[in-house]
């Protein structure tokens, strides 16, 4: 008897499956959902002893052929993975040195517990913020990632039609592989616009200038990463792999092309931003209009600095691993950040955001909003801007549900009272 059988009509009494069914069982990954499905309801197909293995595979992320089929976002992952060339997952995965900044930015969310409240009606929910006088659908922003044309063909245009649709933010990186004019038209308005300075300040000042002259509003400065060390992505010696020169030689194209750099001496960039302190963010405070927030802010010193210094925002992150080995994640220094910060500027977090419920503890914490970064490239990688889509509608929607299931109808409904924290942190 066919699979499908088994899983529409299965025959009332029937202890366990054919041969010729679980030979067909691995033909299509949709029907080994549905079968699982059926399994875990009738505890007599079940042999003993197999309820565990089902479980553990039930929650496995699976790569799937459509965005519409991915029920979390890890499922888009799993396709990335496998579309992706080594190097190019490095570049996007990677954390600094072994990676203990990476990996505790997840296990932070792991040390916060939600206490759920019952009995209020929550049928009606509202995610929606207002960020320097715009209204969003949620409090959900994409973050700055560079050279997304590795990912996609369509790269930054497509992530930023995606970010329109969904009427939540996009931060263009400095180092993307599209124009801020190109993203703004993509989007349908200015994106705002992550900047990682020259040395040179005419340089700089050039930059600045030109992305001001695009109608952008808000302007990102990174200031965590003076230097940092990838092991991981040094491994493939992209200056010599032969592999990695078909991608990244100056004849090779798009993938080498930084199009907002074109006026930037690239050796100079390589040597990081160690050459900014407070006095150049009052020099580029000084010159522009745009809103100006620090990227990078982890510690109360520096948020104390950053309001003495007239920012109008913090992004609270460590670069997602990738800029230093602390081992202390985003989440951990959030709480002193807000504290010091005490409502005066938003804040936005930044750091390991892969489910709802991770937005809602990061917004429990005091955050404002929350970015993402290699979710969405997931996303952009599996299935370009449907795939980007899909991932803001996913975390969207378990955002709604956490909301629901705490009893929060709102974003200023989330605090610290629906939190318990299983772990002491140390600053």
Known sequence: MPLKSYIWNPIPGSLEITNAAMQDFNLVEAMRRKL???????????????????????????????????????????????????????????GSDDGATLRANRQAFADIK????????????????????????????????????????????????????????????????TTIEDANQAKGDPVWFQLYPDENWAKTQRLVDRVERSGCGVLVLTVDMPATNRE?????????????????????GVLGSKPMLEDVDQKSRGKGTAFMDWAFVDQLRASTSMKLILKGIVTHEDAQLALEHKVDGVVVSNHGGRAEDSGRSSLESLPEVVATIDGQVPIIFDGGIRRGTDIFKAL????????????????????????????????????????????ATNIKEIGQHLLVQTKEWTG
């Open 36 to 94: 699982l499905s059926f399994l875990l309801a009738s505890p007599a197909l079940c042999p003993a002893g197999t309820l565990t293995n089902v479980c553990t595979d039930l929650y496995a992320a699976v790569p799937v052929d459509n965005a519409g089929d991915a029920v979390n976002v890890f499922d888009l992952h799993e396709v990335a993975k496998r579309k992706l060339p080594p190097g190019h997952y490095a570049y996007m995965a990677m």
């Open 114 to 177: 939600l206490r759920m409240r019952r009995l209020q009606d929550v049928r009606n929910i509202d995610t929606s913020i207002t960020l320097f006088g715009r209204h969003y659908a949620s409090p959900l922003m994409l973050a700055p990632c560079g050279r997304q044309q590795i990912y996609h063909e369509q790269g930054e245009l497509a992530v930023a039609r995606a970010a329109a649709d969904e009427n939540i933010e996009f931060i263009l990186s400095t180092v993307g592989s």
């Open 232 to 252: 991981a992505l040094d491994r493939f010696r992209i200056d010599s792999n032969p592999e990695c020169q078909s991608c990244h030689s100056p004849v090779a």
């Open 364 to 407: 429990a914490l005091g955050a404002d909003a929350v970015g993402i970064g290699q979710p969405y490239l997931w996303g952009l990688c599996a299935f370009g801007q449907q795939g980007v889509a899909t991932v803001i509608q996913l975390l969207h929607r378990e955002l709604h549900i956490v909301m629901q299931q705490a009893r």
